[in-house]
Structures are given as C-alpha cells and as structure tokens.
C-alpha cells in the first residue's frame, strides 16, 4: 500500500520513465518538486505544455527546436556543404558544445538494430541521400559511435551514398584526451595507432 496519493504515485511513474531515474530517484526528485510547488513545479510544468507544443523535428536536418527549418540550418555563418551525420539529437548537442563543428547535421534518428528492430527503413536515410545530391555538398562526416550498430550502420550509410559525389569521411578514434593507455580496451589502442597523424 502507498503511503501517497494516486496523483502523486503518477508523477512517480512518469518521473521514472526518463532515463537515468529509478522508482527511488523519481520519489525523490517528486518530493522536491512537491517542497518547491511555486518556485519549480509550476514554472516546470509551464514550460513542459509549452515545449510540448512549440518543439518539433527539423524537416531538413531532424534537430529538435521551435523553428523549421531550426537555427543551425537557417545559420548563414555555418558551411552548407559539409554534413555531419549522427545517431542522435543528443550527439547534435553533444557536438555543438565541443564548439568544433562548423557546418551543418543530419540526425538519422538511431542506428541498424535486429536485436530492437530497428531496420534501413526506420532511419533517416533517404533525405540524407537527397542531401549529398545537391550540387553545394561536398563532404558528409559519419559520426556515429563506435558500436557494432553503430559501424554497421556507418557502411549502410556509406553504400547509400555511393553515388554521390561527396568525400565520405568518419571521426577519428582513439586515445581520449587525459586518457592513460593502461586504461583503454585494445580496440580503441588498434584505432589509435590506425588513426595516428
């Protein structure tokens, strides 16, 4: 039996739904939401009704934002004829605050997966191909992690836009920054010394 409301016990719910909360981390998180009602709930839940109906996929990129095309397409200071490609709008984040990247990103909205189901036609790809056929493109950088799926997917990719004429181009890896070499699996040691420069 709980000790809480049913309206609380589905805030707990959905809490725990997002990635990186459990039941007890939800319950937690509730409670302080519940302790700051006016000075985080509300202005939380206000600005999740207005997300939820401002925020939407980028038609020509897949970027999350409240435009479309989104800030990063419509950004005349970024090279339109280099495309990164990532799994994930998470990764389009992760790039943008390394600062490194200039140019613009196609999010291909996951990776080949049998395991999850998760085939050619489920990806992002075909626009991707329209993309690299415009004549101001001239490299497509595959960014994908360092996975099986990810790798497969990156060979997919590669074959569909065989026919364009675009340099194909991958991230280098292998020793991270601050990484000491006792620490690294021998995969990322064997894709350093391949990556070396």
């Not at 700051?36 to 939407?56: C, N, V, Y």
């Amino acid at each position: 039996m709980s000790a809480a409301g049913p309206e609380i016990e589905r805030l707990v719910q959905m809490l725990a739904k997002l990635p990186g909360l459990g039941p007890r981390s939800a319950r937690r998180a509730v409670l302080h939401l519940l302790k700051k009602r006016e000075a985080l709930m509300e202005p939380l839940a206000d600005a999740l009704t207005e997300a939820a109906g401002k925020i939407k996929a980028c038609s020509e990129c897949g970027n999350l934002d409240t435009s479309d095309p989104c800030a990063v397409c419509a950004d005349p200071r970024r090279d339109p004829g280099v495309i990164c490609v990532v799994e994930t709008v998470g990764d389009l984040w992760a790039l943008e605050r390394a600062g490194a990247f200039k140019g613009r990103y196609h999010v291909l909205g996951g990776v080949l997966s049998a395991l999850d189901g998760v085939g050619p036609d489920e990806l992002n790809v075909a626009k991707l191909v329209e993309r690299a056929g415009r004549d101001e493109t001239t490299e497509i950088i595959l960014a994908l992690n360092a996975t099986v799926d990810g790798q497969t997917t990156a060979h997919f990719v590669s074959d569909r836009l065989a026919g364009a004429a675009v340099e194909i181009t991958s991230l280098a890896r292998g020793v991270p920054v601050g990484g000491e070499l006792d620490y690294l699996d021998d995969g990322t040691l064997a894709a350093a010394f391949r990556s070396r420069r």
